[in-house]
């Protein structure tokens, strides 16, 4: 399968950004998928994931301002971020892979990635 990261941009403190990954493939719907960001000079970390039945799982730093969906029907995945803070600005990569059905937070359960997409958040 082939990711597509999209929708990135600028945007000030407490704004709200939608980030899409879009999937190649007919068998999209038994992929799960995880958001990772890295930002400067720091490593890559995980920032929420979704199974095949849409079961999320979310960072700490993340909950209750991002939320994960998937669309089959579009093969793609959403990461809606709302409440944005400047410690949110970096690229955000998407993944996927088919083995397992529980959620995953290890970029070692993922085989597939896209190339990411920049979002940087201004205070």
């Known amino acids: 399968v082939q990711l597509q990261a999209s929708g990135g941009g600028l945007v000030q403190a407490g704004g709200s950004l939608r980030v899409s990954c879009a999937a190649s493939g007919r068998t999209f719907s038994n992929y799960k998928i995880g958001w990772f960001r890295q930002a400067p000079s720091l490593e890559r970390e995980f920032v929420a994931a979704i199974n095949r039945i849409s079961i999320t799982y979310y960072a700490n730093s993340v909950k209750g301002r991002f939320t994960v969906s998937r669309d089959n029907a579009k093969n793609t995945v959403y990461l809606q971020m709302n409440s944005l803070k400047p410690e949110d600005t970096a690229v955000y990569f998407c993944?996927?892979?088919?083995?397992?059905?529980?959620?995953?937070?290890?970029?070692?359960?993922?085989?597939?990635w896209g190339q990411g997409t920049l979002v940087t958040v201004s205070s």
């Open positions: 993944a996927a892979d088919m083995v397992g059905v529980q959620v995953s937070t290890r970029e070692s359960d993922y085989v597939y």
